[in-house]
């Protein structure tokens, strides 16, 4: 028996395979102790008998709200003397252009706690001061005074050479500083990558989560049986044993949109989709990302304005969601979100007290909320204050109720529409040629509007979009990633003089995917080069071959519209990317029937239209509709606006295309 | 399709999205750490009679001045052809200073000129007395290679003559070729986005919409002032030498409010200078509209529509409108940053309960130059300091102010690179003004040089400090300084040394004002 089991904000949802079939489970969250709903979960799924699980894939946002809620570590960071600030500094800059009074992100150590030590390296590594001990002693004790549990350690060029950072470490070890030497977070170790300050934000990161991360691991470790293996989902889409969380806690940050992001193309491809947009929507932001073939990565990223770098998924999030709050501006246009209503009060339609009116009243006042069957009639909905809450922003607005619902959820379809553009035009991909994978909560009821700004030609619904990312926990690879500096003139035979490197760097990945318990036949193994221009500081990654260059000419020619074929190129990183190949769960396919469904119901739409109704439950493999229509199910609603057809494969997925 | 609330929105993001594609563009091909690091530089859209349609927020002092360097393209060209890109540098038509080169697209569709795709990035050298391009200058001829409107690509074919005219007055030709590809291709890239928006949703669509969303943030900008009590507020500040003397220049200025509009009035102000000081007028609007800007709540679109209620007059002859050939390479970076204290300090008259005291008022620029075993190399730089503080809060420390936001080129990325060593860069300690609401702290930067090398340092608030409002104290001082063997000295706000392998620099950037008296503080109002 394996399980996927998803912490998010409200609920935390499972996925079960037992025997090759899928359960689905969804219980109340215990933001207090995550592993509380879990464990609930989890016992009421295998009939209180835990040691049936073998296996349990992972994802919490444990991580992430420990840095919004400023809960994390009591962390300290040690600098090379003369640059204590550098949290403090930043990169200069304010976060917003115009700003009369400006704040910025405070870091997440305080400046009382950043101690500086004597030492230096150059930028080739060589040590232009030695590590001074006696002013790292004094650090230490001024630490041991302040009561610390992580610290990190970011000094200059250490990503060229880390021995000064290493010696801290022992040092602080000698001293009975701390513990554990993972709580020790090496700069060099955790991004061996310049640029001094992203290099130091990231480090710190992981320093004031390690110790929350490693404390909850150990209580799951502790409630599950020995022989259960416990995976943790990383925001690069893999998954890790979860003992590693205590080399790569902030690996899991963003690992609530990867997860997804992994289900909704697993459940394309297996239904011959390779070319997807995945639009997952919930109650404040909505997260999308491209799939041609693979997940595409990105190297960094900001947590509540804090800067982050690694490998990770490039998901593009924007904060309009369910919950996102309309407005009218003082210039006259309308406006949604990124403020949002909240989980309190929350939309006027919850009747919690919100008045001001917020994406989900405006699908209200539309009609597309069914306000018995919200989440399974377990929430009855007040359409009568969202009616309110819209006539409140239709005066200003000079609109009518119906065209300002419509022109809200118009608006959060410009806000979808761009963020698709930036994964998909702006990255050079046709949107129409996509499929756009629709799951969360609000997903689908806006779905095939964002799809029609686009002309993109089709959507698929899966059979439970609110459990999505609990499936992608279970369907996850497990994911390693090595990586060198090069730091070098690419040539023949420099590339030639890599292949022992890229030779090492496989024989350690193989060895971690052994250690995580996958056999060499279901190992894969990429090599890659981060290549550029010399001058350049940004890379591309180029697969690695013995015709790497020519391959970088062409992709800086796609990726820019221009190559440069007599400037020097230089090779940056040599990465190595192993992925394990884990256990699927078949997925069912039925014979596809092909028939026309009948609604239960119909009901008049706000401009007159009359809406068809379905029950998600009851369409069977093969049935067929035209919009406009509305589909319900426990977790999400589906919309088919007029002129769209709908259709439901032998997987169960809701296929809805443009007529 | 006509326009509503809905459509407008849907076009802003439209518009701005281009703008935005283009910067990414330029960032990620560009080869200077100037661009690629420090992202100084700004995109934009145009309509067809070269009014701004909508900015990539990057650097406030580019929002009001690429205007200039459209409408300079306008008029010197009596037509447009598709694939044509024009370029220009020069001040006095359409530039602000020589290194910030501006680039111009027009784009059409079914045979018409409908917009203009514009980009501008600072160079880090484009020739002059000095590497870097930021000397102390008296006229313009010495600030490097002055580029009058040309087609630096004429219906798609590269002109490389042109070019190759301008690598080749550079300090780091192979550098320059790289930044000016790399803007080309943000140019192409902003056409065909152009061209591709106006394929998807009309071309009239596109154009009404252009057009509502200058008059949408018209009237966002008319409420802003609105807002304001009508009046007469003056104020006064000023620069601190011209980097051939040290003398007070005044920068004065009137702000009248009425109703919905706004003047500011710079008369009063000093003649023009012999130095470097000067500012051109595309400046002086740019930095007005950006303190209307700073008062509006309102997420404005930045575009035309911001500019059209506020009017500027600075009087020909003037620092604010000097005549050709004055030299002008720190208009753009200090004395817009004095109009900003200027007119701030006149509107915190209007408004006392929300205008924040004197933020740090300069970039403090530095440019390092000179050869490394051979190949040219030259490093510009500026660095951030104290904001002001404000009624509910304390200044921010450490970061850019006001008409720049350009970030810092990392130690490592700069020591990888040239032949240079940072031995310090933190905060000042204490350096924020006093102040129920403290100023927020400058910075400390020391470095190295590993080979003979010129620097150029220009610099402000050395010796009159960001002053404090409502009884808080004014932050501290900048200071400059140089290490020789021999020992160590002070110098002037505006500087150059020829310094020796080993000798270092010790910049310390001032602190901001504070705001609201506290025990111990000592008063000073600008």
Known sequence: MRAGVDIGGTFTDFVLIDEGKLRIHKVPSSPQQPERAMLAGLSALSGGDLTALEQVAHGSTVATNAILERKGARAALLTTAGFRDLLYIGRQDRPELYALQPRIAPPLIPRERCYEVRERLDARGQALLPLDMADLDRAIDQMQADGIDAIAVCFLFSYVNAAHERQVQKRIMQRGLLAEAWQVVLSSAVLPEFREYERASTASLEAYVRPVMSRYISRLERALPAATSLRIMKSDGGVMRARRVRQAAINTALSGPAAGLIGAAQLAAAAGLHKIITLDMGGTSTDVALVAGAPVPRPEAAIDGLPLRGRMLDIETVGAGGGSLARVDAGGALRVGPESAGAKPGPAIYGLGGEQATLSDANAVLGRLDAARFLGGAMPLDLAAGQRALQKLSRPAGLSVAETAQGVVDIASVHIERAIRRVSIARGHDPRAFTLVAFGGAGPLHACEAAARLEIPRVLVPPAPGVLCALGLLLADVAVEFSESVMSAASASRLAALVADEARLRARAQAELAREGIAAADSICAASLDMRYAGQAYELNIPFSAEAIAAFHRAHERSYGHALPERQVEIVNLRLHGSGITEKPSIRRVQEQRHAAAPFGEKAGPNGSALKLFEREALQAGAEFSGEALVFQLDSTTYLPPGWRARVDGMLNLLLERQ | ?526
């Not at chain 2, 150059?496 to 901001?512: D, N, S």
């Open chain 2, 1 to 526: 399709m006509a326009v509503d609330a809905i459509s407008l929105e849907v076009f802003k993001n439209l518009f701005a999205a281009v703008a935005e594609e283009m910067g990414l563009t330029l960032r990620r091909s560009s080869f200077s750490p100037n661009i690629r690091e420090r992202l100084d530089f700004s995109c934009a859209v145009f309509d067809a009679e070269a009014r701004m349609v909508a900015q990539a927020a990057h650097i406030p002092v580019h929002l009001g001045s690429m205007p200039a360097s459209v409408a300079a393209a306008v008029s010197h060209f009596d037509s447009f052809a598709a694939g044509d890109v024009v370029v220009l540098n020069d001040p006095y038509h359409g530039g602000t200073h020589l290194p910030d080169i501006t680039m111009i697209s027009p784009v059409f569709a079914d045979g018409a000129l409908r917009y203009f795709v514009a980009s501008r990035a600072h160079h880090a050298d484009v020739g002059g007395m000095t590497p870097g391009s930021s000397p102390l200058s008296t006229e313009l001829y010495q600030e490097g290679l002055i580029i009058p409107p040309v087609k630096l690509r004429a219906g798609g074919a590269l002109n490389d003559g042109v070019l190759a005219l301008m690598v080749g007055n550079s300090r780091n030709p192979g550098e320059r070729l790289g930044d000016l590809q790399a803007q080309l291709a943000a140019q192409r890239i902003g056409e065909s986005r152009m061209q591709a928006l106006m394929r998807e949703h009309g071309v009239t669509a596109s154009a009404e919409h252009a057009a509502a969303l200058l008059d949408y943030s018209r009237r966002l900008t008319e409420a802003v002032i609105a807002a304001l009590p009508d009046g007469s507020y003056r104020f006064s500040d000023a620069m601190e030498g011209d980097g051939q003397t040290e003398f007070e220049i005044p920068i004065k200025v009137r702000v009248d409010v009425k109703g919905k509009t706004m003047r500011a009035d710079f008369t009063g102000s000093a003649p023009q200078v012999l130095g470097n000081v000067n500012a051109v007028p595309a400046i002086v609007r740019s930095a007005t509209w950006y303190c209307v800007r700073l008062l509006a709540a309102e997420d404005i679109p930045v575009n035309h529509g911001c500019f059209a209620p506020v009017a500027v007059v600075a009087p020909a002859g003037s620092i604010l409108n000097p005549r050709f050939p004055a030299a002008v390479v720190l208009g753009n970076t200090e004395t817009s940053q004095r109009i900003v204290d200027a007119v701030l300090g006149a509107l915190a008259q209007a408004l006392p309960g929300s205008v924040p005291a004197a933020s740090q008022g300069t970039m403090n620029n530095f440019t390092i130059g000179g050869f490394d075993g051979g190949a040219p190399f030259v490093y510009y730089e500026t660095l951030g300091g104290g904001h002001g503080g404000y009624r509910g809060g304390d200044g921010i420390s450490g970061r850019h102010c006001h008409m720049s936001n350009t970030l810092n080129t990392p130690v490592e990325a700069l020591e990888y690179s040239l032949p240079l060593r940072v031995w310090r860069y933190h905060l000042r300690e204490g350096s924020g003004g006093a102040g129920r609401y403290r100023g927020g702290d400058g910075i400390l930067r020391e470095l190295e040089t590993l080979v003979p090398a010129t620097v150029t340092i220009n610099s402000e608030r050395r010796l009159r400090p960001p002053y404090g409002l409502q009884g808080g104290g004014a932050g501290a001082l900048g200071r400059n300084r140089i290490v020789r063997a021999a020992g160590e000295i002070t110098v002037g706000g505006k500087a150059v040394a020829q310094l020796k392998a080993g000798e270092r620099v010790i910049i310390e950037t001032p602190g901001g004002g504070g705001w609201g008296a506290s025990a111990g503080a000592t008063a000073r109002e600008g």
